[in-house]
């Protein structure tokens, strides 16, 4: 950046975005009217105008037609849409939004709330605390605003009463206070008359809190996010001249020449050449959070919008399955198994909501049933796309952390990303060696058939611990060997003791876990083992990686007693402890289990004794396993 | 660390490149004023020197004679694919409205023959929100359904930068880059980065152009600011509104909702 900019732009004074919010009808356009009008930022003749528009129909004046502009707001006395405008207190500018109340335009509301700094929760001293004001509040806190002032108003009409001010001031922090969202200052209020507006009331003596404008001169302009990692989602690729430059919006961190980049999910690294510029003046040598920028790299890798650009030892996660805190907006309700268009940054996706965990409606804050999201509710709901998508926990990073959904065109809802007990998928999913040449065997298959007696495979029990996975297993595997199989238990605690003794039990090691058990037990097979394995294997993800490495000849078998059962056995204790708190990451407690869609065998271990259930095992091998005459 | 008008100039671009990712047939409104200007010297900055769209100029044919020689130089000079269109006579106008409006409306119908003409999906307009009430409450992407109405009362959700760009056959989309812009930063940042602008903006014999529509239903305010310097330092204290000289404006208070809802910008 050049001295001649800096100066230019810094003349201008900084700027805050505030949004104004609550229940219909509280007065939160009169707020903003009138807070215009104390500051004198209100154009000549604008007050005149409006004293017009309420003579022509026949009604006092009104302070809400400032910013109800439309014929249908005015002449209902209702906000529809938000309405930005600026204004400026002695300190610095402003974008005030008021935003509409009333339950109908919530959609309205979090368009016009979602990327302000700050806002004013507007409630109308008789009326007190009602369902907008709470389910306000709670999206505020979800959109990742934590500057909240209220303003008690109508204080005229209640004879400017301390009693009741205080009561309704007790009234939201109850009410939003087990929430999180704790406010700076509660304000009482006339917006009609202006007291406590812009200057202190001599009605309201008994109060000595800042006024409005005080409150808000008094909180800060967030600033983009450079101290986090770099993450710049790309926007698109040009070719408008010989160069081609890859463009986006740096959402945090920073970028240098010289920097190697890493993109996700495709895992391509590249050193970046140059940060273009135009008009072109001296070279920019670095970029951060809040630019928008393009650049060009030493080699020509494949690049398309959507990837995100990090740093190699700071990368995003990659998964595509996680949980997601979602607001719901669509006017149908998110449903099990709908699937929509989900959008992360630049990144598009089909996905499904594979479960809903919780419901919240946040104007009572109580619990709904989990069959479905109805609009206004929000939700925990966990979400599976359909290819692995490079991002970040919201708690992480607010700016890659967050996903919208899209039904058709229509946008329904938003999300934060939440990947507690989910694994990221980055490191089974990279392959580091890449000079490897595979060797070809010249034994066949059928060979080693006719040796061993029959074909070799792989049967992958999956089910909650206590199930009774490794109980069927060990007697299944007596059997068969009785038989004339050549039968082999893989077993979680045993593998444990070797292979896998660097492994612990967080979401990524228990992925790496399977693949290394998957990758055993697929090169068993081809010797023409017939494999037990034995593992929770909670993944969808990691199941379907197994049955890739081992291909023909993988049988899925969901040994299923269901969680209250498995939970009643508590043969290890386990299910206790993690009820204490004893145990983290602890499957069907405190970490997903995924059961499978589509598996070939299904054991019902709740309902049948054991021979019974190993009877059915044994059968379904003869089917698929018959044996050959052994030749020696 | 950004200024503020990096940040302004760096959303916009933000904007302007979802547009052309997201957007077959694009193109950008350019009515020669200083807004326009400004949006079109941010294109060139979002794409690397380029416009990679056509410039639209829905021609009253009442514009003033210097707003006509600017555009033929800067079409020229940028290097720009300029397209531009006529407006039908008044006379073909809703006779409705008011007067003024009533020849405004003459540019959504040219506007409305454009459209209909190229086929576009994706129109980018120079309007900001601290300009007028109806558009304090305009979305980034706004669409415009069948007709090209906009239905104020149902305008989608937007937040966290995700546009809903894709429109249903039929309709199209209104893309705004400035929209979060005030009246003042378009002025300090015309002199940080010294984008031309046509010289009715500066005052003469005690009179400027803030806003600059046809010849005839616009008016000049008194002012004496005839530098950048100037006018930035008039609009740091005025408390007169920026479209005080646009006649429409104030001739009904529904009229310019009404103009609007039916294509206007
Ligand atoms: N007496 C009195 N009346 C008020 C005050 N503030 C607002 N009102 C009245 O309350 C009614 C609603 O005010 P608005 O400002 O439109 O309420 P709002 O919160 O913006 O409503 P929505 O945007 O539709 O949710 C109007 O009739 C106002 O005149 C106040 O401080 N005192
Ligand atoms: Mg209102």
Redesign the pocket.
């Known amino acids: 950046m050049d001295m001649t900019r800096m100066k230019a732009g810094a003349k201008a004074r900084g700027q805050l975005r505030a949004a104004v919010v ?1 229940h ?7 707020v903003v009217g009138r807070l215009l009008h104390e500051t004198g930022s209100l154009p000549q003749g604008k007050v005149e105008a409006v004293a017009e528009m309420c003579r022509r129909r026949g009604m006092p004046f ?1 302070w ?1 037609f400032v910013t109800d502009a439309l014929q249908a707001e005015r002449d209902q ?3 529809i849409d938000s309405s930005h405008i600026p204004f400026r207190s002695a300190l610095r500018d402003y974008v005030l939004i008021d935003a ?3 339950r109908e335009f919530i959609k309205n509301m979090i368009s016009g709330s979602s990327d302000c700094d700050a806002a004013l929760v ?1 409630i109308d001293a008789g009326e007190g605390v009602r369902d907008q004001s709470r389910r306000h509040g709670f999206l505020l806190h979800l959109l990742g605003i934590r500057q909240i002032a209220v303003a008690v ?2 204080m ?2 209640i004879g400017y009463d301390a009693d009741r001010f205080a009561t309704v001031e007790r009234e939201f922090r109850e009410a939003l206070g087990e929430l999180g969202v704790t406010p700076g200052a509660v304000i009482p209020v ?3 008359d202006g007291d406590n507006i812009a200057a202190p009331s001599g009605k309201m003596s008994w109060y000595d809190g800042p006024t409005v404008v005080g409150a808000l001169d008094g909180f800060e302009v967030a600033a983009p996010a450079t101290a986090l990692p770099l993450r710049m989602p790309v926007q698109d690729v040009y070719r408008f001249d010989e160069r081609r430059i890859v463009a986006g919006r740096i959402e945090s961190g920073s970028l240098r020449v010289g920097d190697t980049v890493l993109f996700s999910p495709s895992n391509h690294a590249a050193v970046v050449k140059t940060i273009e510029n135009w008009p072109r003046s001296a070279p920019v040598e670095g970029a951060e959070a809040g630019d928008s920028v393009g650049f060009t790299l030493e080699e020509q890798i494949f690049v398309e919008r959507g990837e995100i650009v990090s740093h190699a030892g700071n990368a995003p996660v990659e998964t595509n399955v996680f949980r997601a805190r979602v607001f719901w907006m669509g006017a149908e309700p998110l449903r099990v198994g709908k699937r929509y268009t989900l959008r992360h940054n630049t990144a598009e996706a089909i996905a499904e909501v594979e479960s809903i965990e919780r419901v919240i409606d946040a104007a009572r804050m109580d619990r709904t049933g989990t069959e479905e999201v109805a609009c206004d509710c929000v939700a925990d709901v966990v979400m599976r796309a359909q290819i692995v998508l490079a991002l970040d926990p919201a708690a992480e990073n607010p700016r890659t952390g967050r996903i919208v959904l899209a039904d058709g065109f229509d946008i329904v809802g938003g999300g934060l990303i939440d990947m507690a007990g989910y694994p990221d998928q980055r490191q089974v999913m990279t392959r580091r060696s890449t000079n490897i040449t595979e060797v070809e065997h010249r034994v066949s298959r059928e060979e080693r058939t006719r040796r061993i007696g029959h074909t070799g495979g792989v049967l992958w029990f999956t089910g909650l611990s206590g199930a009774g996975k490794s109980t069927l297993a060990i007697e299944l595997e007596r059997q068969l060997f009785a038989r004339g199989y050549n039968a082999y238990v893989l077993d979680g605690d045993n593998l444990r003791h070797g292979l896998n003794a660097n492994l612990g039990f967080s979401p990524e090691d228990r992925a790496e876990n399977i693949r290394r058990v998957g990758e055993v037990a697929a090169l068993l097979s081809e010797i023409g083992t017939l494999v037990i394995s034995a593992f929770i294997s909670p993944y969808r993800d990691d199941r379907l990686r197994a049955r890739k490495a081992v291909g023909t000849g993988f049988h899925e078998v969901f040994i299923n007693a269901g969680l209250e059962e498995c939970e009643r056995r508590d043969t290890k204790g386990l299910y206790a402890r993690a009820r204490a708190g004893e145990i983290a990451n602890f499957t069907g407690i405190s970490a997903p289990y995924e059961p499978p869609e589509n598996c070939e065998l299904v054991v019902d271990t709740a309902n049948q004794p054991v021979e019974e259930s190993v009877n059915a095992l044994i059968r379904y091998v003869e089917r698929h396993f018959p044996l050959v005459k052994p030749r020696r | 660390m950004q200024t503020r008008l990096d940040a302004l100039e760096s959303r916009s671009i933000y904007i302007l490149r979802e547009a052309f990712n997201q957007i077959d047939r694009l193109c950008m409104l350019w009515s020669l004023g200083k807004d326009s200007n400004v949006m079109v010297w941010l294109a060139r900055k979002a794409f690397f020197g380029h416009v990679p769209f056509p410039l639209v100029h829905v021609d009253t044919g009442k514009k003033f004679p210097e707003m006509y020689a600017f555009r033929d130089r800067y079409a020229e000079e940028w290097g720009v694919e300029l397209v531009t269109g006529d407006c039908p006579p008044v006379e073909e106008m809703d006779a409705d409205l008011p007067p003024a409006a009533r020849s405004a409306a003459r540019k959504t119908a040219g506007l409305n023959a454009l459209i209909a003409a190229h086929g576009f999906t994706g129109i980018i307009a120079g309007i900001r929100r601290d300009e007028e009430g109806t558009r304090a409450k305009e979305r980034v992407f706004s669409p415009r359904g069948a007709g090209n109405v906009w239905d104020v009362r149902n305008q989608p959700p937007e937040f966290w930068d995700q546009f809903r760009a894709r429109v249903p056959e039929g309709a199209h989309v209104r893309v705004h880059p400035i929209l979060h812009w005030s009246e003042i930063d378009i002025w300090r940042y015309i002199q940080r980065e010294n984008i031309p602008i046509v010289d009715l903006y500066f005052a003469r014999d005690g009179k400027r152009y803030r806003s600059l529509g046809d010849q005839d239903i616009t008016s000049p305010i008194d002012s004496t600011a005839s530098t950048l310097d100037e006018i930035i330092a008039e609009l740091e204290v005025t408390t007169v509104s920026e479209r005080s000289g646009r006649a429409m404006d104030h001739e009904r208070e529904d009229a310019f909702e009404r103009l609007r809802a039916a294509g206007y910008m």
């Open positions: 609550g219909v009808d509280h007065g939160k356009s009169t009104e809400a006395g209702i906000t509409p109340g009333h507007v108003t109508k005229d009409m006339s917006g009609r």
